[in-house]
């Protein structure tokens, strides 16, 4: 079955260590983005990419790194310079930018600084 | 500040009812919304959207209302079922094509 998949489902950080979460598509989408949720926020974009090599900053983008190498993949950096890093992590992807159609998100990973 | 307000946190409903969650914009460049549905510790679903074209677009149980001069979207869904409890996103497009949310309304169908 074609989806998003977000490893790992829970993700501890220590002080000043770089985190990486993972996010696999197989939909064949172009679009990839990475949102952060807090509690009784709304979902905040931090990074997009539209194609492979090439990604945007969102809203959030500082302390955050993002790499697009291949279509299916999109990980995200955590670095030690987001100072709030606790939140809830959700990948999404669609079939391009147009909104149209709706994105597809993974199923997250929260992450959590000991 | 805000571009795309739920102003009610909950909204509690009884089984087969009709739920209406709101949803404000302040931005008028927006020309596309979207309504996302989401269960605790996943990612949301999308449900429904419609173009500012439109003022009324439905998939069966859903139904989402444009009201472009007051900047007003809903979502009716009827008859309301015990699976329909989650938490509703309303989230706005704009030329940019980056989707802004907002911070949701949690919906309760009571038996």
């Known amino acids: 079955d074609g989806g998003i998949t977000q490893s790992p489902k829970y993700l501890f950080r220590k002080e000043g260590q770089n985190v990486t979460l993972s996010c696999e598509q197989n939909l064949n989408h172009d679009a990839m983005y990475w949102y952060r949720q807090d509690p009784g926020q709304g979902l905040r974009l931090i990074y997009y990419s539209q194609i492979v090599n090439d990604f945007q900053k969102g809203d959030i983008a500082e302390g955050y790194s993002v790499s697009r190498e291949k279509k299916e993949s999109f990980p995200l950096t955590v670095t030690s310079a987001q100072k709030n890093p606790t939140a809830f992590y959700l990948c999404a992807s669609s079939q391009s930018l147009d909104p149209e159609v709706g994105q597809y998100f993974g199923p997250g990973t929260r992450l959590l600084v000991l | 500040d805000q571009q795309v307000k739920q102003n009610s946190p909950s909204l509690s409903v009884q089984e087969g009812r009709i739920s209406i969650l709101n949803c404000d914009y302040t931005n008028s460049m927006f020309d596309y919304f979207l309504w996302y549905k989401k269960y605790p510790a996943e990612g949301p679903t999308f449900l429904i959207s419609i173009s500012s074209i439109k003022d009324k677009n439905e998939d069966g149980r859903f139904t989402v209302f444009l009201n472009k001069s007051a900047k007003h979207l809903s979502l009716h869904i009827v008859p309301s079922q015990p699976g329909d409890s989650a938490v509703y996103f309303c989230?706005?497009?704009?030329?940019?094509?980056?989707?802004?949310f907002g911070k949701g309304t949690r919906l309760h169908i009571l038996p």
């Open positions: 989230a706005a497009s704009g030329r940019d094509d980056k989707i802004i």
